[in-house]
């Protein structure tokens, strides 16, 4: 079991995929987590408070923050960057707990490649695109535009769901909820490789 090191939770998914509602849905059930908040420069949403849902920062500092190397990762998505600081991910993981990031496709190649051996990653989808955009567009946040870029995009990210240890089809929010739950407890007991080494090491006892 994992009891040194922290673990890191990857969801990804498109915008509208239900990646907060399903989050809040299981937060409660999985022990002592870490919600990484990004940083980014797209404006706010009616509703979302900075440092809360994210940092709100303009294009200058965020490219002042990529020069002075804070981020775990970074991307371009939607026309806008975002990013994930490094400093209270290192903290988390101390810490023992489990970070979750919500972040797109490039975010968790980053992160796989980085914290591989102690990252579990989840493609959330919704189960059909036509039921993607009807989710947006209920949502009433985007314009059509941005509605359609998100869709455009999705159409994309979906193409890289094999890079995922887990697909969850957001259909039914409770059958939903059941598996992220299940998933985030496994999280937890991924062992790291030096803590198999050190496993190894000590397990042969006797000549
Ligand atoms: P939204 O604008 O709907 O909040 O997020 C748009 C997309 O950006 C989502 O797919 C979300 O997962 C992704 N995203 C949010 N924060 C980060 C981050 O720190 N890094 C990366 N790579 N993607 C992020």
């Known amino acids: 079991m994992n009891i040194n090191t922290g673990a890191v939770l990857v969801l990804s998914g498109p915008s509208g995929a239900g990646k907060s509602t399903l989050l809040n849905e299981v937060i409660n059930d999985i022990g002592e987590c870490y919600f990484s908040i990004s940083t980014t420069t797209r404006s706010i949403r009616e509703g979302e408070s900075d440092g809360v849902h994210y940092h709100f920062v303009s294009e200058k500092e965020f490219k002042q923050d990529i020069e002075e190397d804070m981020f775990l990762e970074y991307a371009h998505v939607h026309g806008n960057y975002y990013g994930t600081s490094i400093k209270p991910v290192k903290n988390a993981l101390k810490a023992g707990k489990l970070v979750i990031f919500d972040i797109d496709v490039q975010g968790n190649a ?53 890079e995922y240890d887990f697909l969850i089809v957001n259909d039914s929010l409770e059958i939903a909820a059941n598996v992220l739950r299940d998933i985030a407890k496994a999280a937890r ?12 090491y000590n397990w042969e006892d006797i000549d």
Not at 112 to 130: E, H, K, Q, Y
Not at 140 to 152: F, G, L, P
Not at 189 to 200: A, C, D, M, S, V
């Open 110 to 162: 980053v992160v796989t490649n980085r914290l591989g051996d102690i990252t579990t990653s989840v493609f959330i989808s919704p189960p059909t695109l036509s039921e993607l955009k009807h989710r947006l567009e209920a949502r009433k946040t985007d314009s059509k535009e941005v509605i359609e870029r998100r869709v455009q995009m999705a159409k994309k990210e979906i193409q890289r769901i094999c």
């Open 189 to 200: 007991l991924k062992i790291p490789g030096n803590e198999i080494n050190e496993f190894t």
